[in-house]
């Protein structure tokens, strides 16, 4: 089972990044578009685990006590960069979002996933290069909407993920929910 932690966004921001990736699709015919209905936040990929340690991964998260967070929708840009586009992406601002991922990484590990081994960049994906890289006219236009404001709201829950792998592209599922409530007094809670 292939399975990712993630925040899934309200309606109101998906029906934004979907307006946007409406107006921009007829620029380029070399990017792979996320169905609106999939787009979300990932916070851990954890790849191909056996279906027996799912159970591990929900107790490990259901421990997990941490305040919601606040996340602002805005711009986009590039991965690796302009040069050699190959991930569109809608940015974020979410504060408390690096340290709730180095949490989810820590519980991770001790049930022997890896680290993360580049450093973590909020931000949601909207389209993939096809092959070596996107458009340089989707590069060029985008520009245009790197300020643009699609959105903010309160995350207060994560999802465990199951990505099944079509030839049309994955579909995401969601396996369990957990509620980002706060402990009180908690010295470790955020």
């Given at each position: 089972m292939r399975v990712f932690v993630a925040i899934d966004l309200p309606d109101a921001v998906r029906r934004e990044l979907?307006?946007?990736?409406?107006?921009?699709?007829?620029?380029?015919?070399?990017?792979?578009?996320?169905?609106?209905?999939?787009i979300h936040i990932t916070l851990k990929f954890l790849g191909e685990v056996p279906?027996?340690?799912?159970?591990?991964?929900?107790?490990?998260?259901?421990?997990?006590?941490?305040?919601?967070?606040?996340?602002?929708?805005?711009?986009?840009?590039f991965f690796p960069g302009v040069r050699s586009p190959r991930v569109f992406w809608a940015g974020m601002d979410a504060p408390t979002m690096q340290d709730l991922?180095?949490?989810?990484?820590?519980?991770?590990?001790?049930?022997?996933?890896?680290?993360?081994?580049?450093?973590?960049?909020?931000?949601?994906?909207?389209?993939?290069?096809?092959a070596t890289r996107i458009d340089t006219a989707l590069v060029t236009v985008a520009s245009e909407y790197s300020e643009r404001d699609v959105g903010s709201f309160t995350a207060d829950r994560i999802f465990l993920f199951q990505s099944t792998l079509k030839q049309s592209g994955a579909i995401y599922s969601k396996v369990k929910e957990y509620s980002l409530e706060p402990r009180s007094s908690s010295p470790g809670s955020q």
């Open positions: 979907k307006e946007l990736q409406r107006k921009l699709r007829p620029l380029t015919s070399s990017s792979r578009w996320v169905a609106p209905e999939s279906e027996k340690q799912i159970e591990q991964i929900d107790e490990a998260l259901t421990g997990l006590t941490w305040k919601p967070l606040t996340i602002s929708v805005h711009g986009v840009g991922t180095e949490e989810l990484d820590a519980r991770m590990e001790r049930l022997d996933f890896d680290r993360e081994k580049r450093a973590f960049r909020p931000h949601i994906t909207l389209a993939r290069a096809r």
